[in-house]
Every structure is written in structure tokens, then in C-alpha cells.
């Protein structure tokens, strides 16, 4: 593949023929010398952690960072410090296309058994590949030389996680074997992995309210919904109301995830001298992804008349009622159904020789195509249905991380105990937010490159590093969404549908979840209704026709969603370096 000396000059590296601990410490003695910082990373390094991907991987070596999916892998790297959107990846020299809206690549997409070494380049220099503002990432791949003659190895692993108590295992092999007196080799590899996650998560998404205090210039408006706490109902803020803190709006539930990740590597590599190779290689991986979240939404935000038997200590709202008989005043709890559809594809082929024309000179020529794709335009959801049965609710903060609530519905029956035997239906709840989104994005990457090597060796000059490269990138990206239309409104408020009207077997099941917040005290529900969001839209669909408030009839087709022009692009970019 990519000689050392194109992008990553041998002076400026830290190279030895040992692995493991002693290599590390003999490496870091020779990067004390060098201008342009490189830390290396080997096998004996990157494969002591059962890593999952590729930045699981690079999350040991020095000075990166990443941040984490909701399954907890590693994504986006980040170097000195640095976002992942000023950090270049590449594959053995090569740009790595993407399927973000920017450069940054997400690195889930690659199991940690497609390299065998990475570089984390911390530092700017001609030879390098430009565009890494933080830091460039090469990812490396072996070759069939490294180990002449027949190898092969299969490897299977499994997981389990005890809490959630889902499992997950991977299934990779390689082959290679170097023939016809060692002038030729090949490489072949597979990966195939799948994998079971559960993300529990909580948060206040809407904030703290908190009245306005004229006596504090940062907060003389404060950031009440409805209008100022007032405990004692006299329409005035009174100086002990002023900065009263109260509980806004906040959720609970889990991110469900089935991760499946498939990846085929394979390498040709030709050398009829000793002074000459050529290398056919490639890359294809394919993420499917899909997230599915569940979750229960309380918004318990003041307003006049909807609070009532107010407790506070120490300027904070602690506990309060709720038992307005007004709909709107009500609590009204929510239900949550936010999915992510992520596939992508991902594949890298090229060739590359090089030849050693001399003892002080040497040439390289490298040719590859780099496309990844991702289409999930519409396809991510954010849907809420909202309950409609009158209740009296209690809302209290209990020192931990989530609120007690606790809701009796008129009927007799009550929100947690409800939720865990299943005694809600379809006629519990009315329609609500229907947000519909994502985008396809196709990234296209072509790029040549023609470099050399003359070792002058005269003292004061050590070498002569020459070379041109041209790279053509082309990228697109389709916003679809129903934003742009108002169709995420197009069933609440007023035109709000009672779900149990739509012909039924939108609310499929309840279900707990193990271990569901088990270190988090507080009296609040901890079972979840599941329903589909394909068959929320076909029933949408099929109540089409039926009178809508204030004239005309239902149409599926205003809510759905569409190309949404004011956040699309295509984006061409050529470059020359030399």
C-alpha cells in the first residue's frame, strides 16, 4: 500500500522491529526528536481491549478522544483537544469518505479487525495530506508480506450484558498466502458482527423554570412559561418569589439499538523484484443500525391556576399538585417514539506501486475511489401521543435524578401501575407532535498521487521529498422532513385525532425493561407502550377523508415529508498539492 515516506516521512516517525511495551517506550524516546509529532499504534496495543470499532481502537493511543453513540461505541475522534470535524481520517493514505454533513468521519462504520496499525499525525507538514486542521488519522491495513507462506485464522466472540441482559457476538477470519516463489500475495478478510444495545436515559430538555429577579442583572426576565411563580396567587412578584426556582419539562426511557456490521477487505499485492511491488486492494463495509427510543414525557411548567398545595425550601419549588379539571391544565403525560434509521455503506479500492529506481531514489504512484452513502431522508422520527384521560397528579422532587410522579386518573386507575399491566389502549391518548426527517447523503471521493523520494545524504541535506496530488470530491446532501410544511403539527393541538378513532393496533404492547433505572430512586413509571411508527403512518394514512376542524378533510399526504431545499446542497471540491 502507501509507502512510508509519501505522507509519513521516516525521520518523522518512531520505527522498530519490536512489538508490545518495550516497542511503546522506544518509540516515545524517539518522538523527543522529532518536529512533526506521530504516535503510532500497533497490534499489541490495539488488540489488548475487546474493541468494537475503530475508535473504540484509537481511544488508546495518546492526545485522541471520542465520543459515543447511544450504544456506548466509539464514533467521532478528536485530536489535541480539537472537534472531529477538524480531524482528516484516511486509510492507508487515502480519504476516507463520509456519511455526515461535514468531513468528520463517523468511525462505527469500521470494525476494529479491518487495521492493523493506525497513525495519529499531531501536527501540520507538505508531505502529509491536507485538510487536518486538529490532527490526521491514517488507519493501516496489513499485508500478505508481513507473514510470507499460508496463514488463516478464525476468530468468534460473544457478549452479554448483565444489566440490560442483551447479547452480541462477531464472527471475523482472514487468509493469506504469499506464492509463486514469494512474488505474489493475497489477503482476504471478513467481519461480521452483530450486536444488541440499551441506552437508559433522563433529562430536562426544557429546563428549570425560574422567575425573573430584579435585584440580578442576569436574570431580570427570568424564563417562566405561563408567567411567574406565584405561590400565594396575587399576580404580583413578590421579593421572596424573586429567582423561585420549579421543575419544568423532563423524560425518561431507553434507546434500543440492533447494530449489525458487515466488513470484507481484500488485497492483491505483485512483486517480481526486489525493487518493485503493486498493490490492488479494497474495502467495502455496510452499518445497519437502527435505533428505536422509548419514552415517557412530563410537562408540568407553571402557569396561573395550574399549580396547586406549592412547597418550597431554600428559593426551589419541591412538590406541588395538579388537579385543574381544564384539559389543557391538566398534566397530560406523553409518550415518545424517537428512531434513527442508519445504514451505511462504505467502500475504498485503489492501487498503488512503488518502485526503487536506485539506492536514493525512490518513486510511487497511487490511484483510488472512496464513496460512502447514507439515505435516511424521512425516515427518523420524533412522534408523541398525548393522553387525554382527566387525572390529579403530584410532582415532587426527591434528591435524586428523576422527579417522583405520580398520576391517578379519574377513572381509578393510575399511571405506573397502568403502564406495567397494560390497561391503557388506543382511546387513551389523542395524536400529537409527528416530526418525520433525516437526510441522504452521498459522498464521492476520487483521488491520484504521484510522489518521490531522493535520499542526498550530503550533510546538510538529508533528502529531497517531491510529489503532486489531486483529489475530486463530490458531495450531496438531501434534507427530507416535514418541518419545512408545518406536517409536524398537522395533527395537534385543535386538530388532534383520538387514537382509538384510527381503526386500532397503533399502541401494540406494554413491557419493562430489565434492570430499568435501577440506582435511580424516585417514585415514577418505569414500564413503556410500544408502538410502530409504520403503522401509526398507514393508519394516518387511512383517515384520510375524515373532516378536519375549521373546513376541509384530512390528507395524510400535508403532513408527510418532503425535499427540503433550504438545507440541501452539492458541494464539488478539486484539489492539487504538490
Known sequence: MFPSFQRFPAE?????????????????????????????????????????????????????????????????????????????????????????????????????????????????EAANTEGAIGGLVNLRSASPFDQRGQHGIVRVEGDRNQMSELDGYKFSGVYSNTFADDTFG???????????????????????????????????????????IDPNNNGVLDPEEYGLIGPGQFRVGSILEEKKRTAYTAKFEWRPTDNFRLVVDGLSTKLDSPQVGYQQSFYPLYAPGRWSNIQITDGIVTSFDMDNTDPEMRLNPELLNQTE?????????????????????????????????????????????????????????????????????????????????????????????????????????????????????????????????????????????????????????????????????????????PNFMSEVSGNFPRSFLAFDIATYQAALAAYDGTPRPGGGTYNYADAAPVWNPLQSYRVTEETWAG
Not at 504516535?39 to 471520542?66: C, K, R, Y
Not at 430584579?214 to 427570568?222: A, N, Q, R, V
Request: charged fraction near 20%.
Open 186 to 228: 493475497v489477503m482476504l478478510g471478513l467481519v461480521y458482527q452483530e450486536r444488541d444495545a440499551r441506552t437508559d436515559i433522563a433529562g430536562n430538555d426544557g429546563g428549570w423554570t425560574r422567575n425573573a429577579d430584579p435585584t440580578d442583572e442576569s436574570w431580570l426576565w427570568g424564563n417562566a412559561w405561563g408567567g411567574s
Open 341 to 513: 434509521y442508519r445504514v451505511v455503506e462504505t467502500e475504498l479500492y485503489g492501487v498503488n506501486a512503488e518502485w526503487n529506481v536506485s539506492d536514493t531514489l525512490t518513486l510511487n504512484a497511487d490511484l483510488y475511489r472512496s464513496t460512502s452513502s447514507r439515505h435516511s431522508g424521512g425516515q427518523d422520527s420524533y412522534v408523541v401521543l398525548r393522553m387525554n384521560q382527566p387525572n390529579v397528579a403530584h410532582i415532587e422532587l426527591n434528591g435524586s435524578y428523576v422527579p417522583s410522579v405520580t398520576v391517578d386518573f379519574d377513572d381509578g386507575r393510575d399511571l405506573a401501575t397502568g403502564l406495567a399491566n397494560g390497561e391503557f389502549s388506543d382511546g387513551d391518548f389523542n395524536t400529537h407532535y409527528f416530526s418525520l426527517a433525516g437526510d441522504n447523503i452521498d459522498d464521492e471521493i476520487t483521488g491520484a498521487a504521484f510522489n518521490g523520494r531522493w535520499e542526498a545524504d550530503m550533510g546538510w541535506l538529508a533528502n529531497v521529498q517531491f510529489g503532486v496530488n489531486y483529489t475530486d470530491r463530490k458531495k450531496s446532501r438531501d434534507l427530507i422532513n416535514n418541518a419545512l410544511t408545518g406536517g409536524a403539527d398537522y395533527y395537534s393541538g385543535n386538530y388532534a385525532i383520538n387514537v382509538g378513532d384510527l381503526g386500532g393496533g397503533v399502541i401494540s404492547n406494554s413491557f419493562t425493561l
Open 12 to 124: 518523522n516517525r518512531s520505527v522498530g522491529s519490536g512489538w508490545g511495551v518495550r516497542r511503546t517506550c522506544g518509540k516515545g524516546e524517539s518522538q523527543c526528536h522529532v518536529h512533526v509529532f506521530v504516535e503510532p499504534s500497533w497490534p499489541a496495543e490495539l488488540g489488548v481491549f475487546p474493541d468494537d470499532n475503530v475508535a473504540d481502537s484509537l481511544a488508546h493511543i495518546t492526545g485522541v478522544s471520542i465520543s459515543r453513540t447511544a450504544g456506548g461505541e466509539g464514533q467521532s475522534v478528536s485530536v489535541r483537544g480539537l472537534g472531529p470535524e477538524y480531524t482528516l481520517s484516511t486509510f492507508n493514505g487515502r480519504i476516507l469518505a463520509t456519511d455526515g454533513a461535514g468531513r468528520d468521519f463517523a468511525y462505527d462504520v469500521l470494525p476494529s479487525d479491518v487495521i492493523s496499525g493506525a497513525d495519529v499525525i499531531k501536527g501540520a
